[in-house]
């Protein structure tokens, strides 16, 4: 699914528009316009409890309101073995479904973690 991106992803100011594939319920790629791959993606809630406040100028650029169909992921950059790749829970991407729009949103008290930390 396509999206176009709202508020410039750091490190990728000039992306406009962004491919979300996802792999099942917990793992996706988020391509750029030409099918390069920009990063791996988590669903965070497969892994832990995750909330947080959603700045308002991103609830505004992507319209969101108490009935939009949101789906958030994280960065995951992988390593071997798998429980050392490191999820990034500091800066979330939000993709609201209902209008195809997303963004990045970098947290203050959220940090990093290894993938470890949630495997038993």
Same mark, same amino acid.
């Given at each position: 699914m396509?999206f176009?991106?709202?508020?410039?992803?750091p490190g990728?100011? #000039? @992306?406009n &528009?962004? &491919?979300? #594939?996802?792999?099942?319920?917990?793992?996706?790629?988020? !391509?750029?316009?030409?099918?390069k791959v920009?990063?791996?993606l988590?669903n965070? $809630?497969v892994?832990?409890?995750?909330?947080?406040?959603?700045?308002a100028d991103? !609830?505004?650029?992507? &319209?969101?309101?108490?009935?939009?169909?949101?789906?958030?992921? #994280?960065?995951?950059?992988? !390593?071997?073995?798998?429980?050392?790749s490191?999820?990034? $829970?500091k800066?979330p991407?939000?993709?609201?479904l209902?209008n195809?729009?997303?963004?990045?949103?970098?947290?203050?008290?959220?940090k990093f973690?290894? @993938?470890?930390?949630?495997i038993?």
């Amino acid at each position: 699914m396509k999206f176009t991106v709202k508020k410039p992803i750091p490190g990728f100011e #000039n @992306l406009n &528009e962004v &491919e979300l #594939n996802k792999i099942d319920e917990s793992i996706a790629v988020l !391509k750029d316009g030409n099918g390069k791959v920009l990063f791996s993606l988590i669903n965070p $809630f497969v892994l832990r409890e995750y909330s947080f406040d959603v700045p308002a100028d991103v !609830k505004a650029l992507l &319209e969101i309101n108490e009935n939009s169909n949101i789906e958030i992921y #994280n960065n995951i950059v992988m !390593k071997e073995p798998v429980t050392e790749s490191i999820v990034n $829970f500091k800066a979330p991407f939000l993709f609201n479904l209902d209008n195809n729009t997303c963004a990045q949103v970098v947290l203050d008290e959220e940090k990093f973690a290894k @993938l470890g930390d949630f495997i038993k």
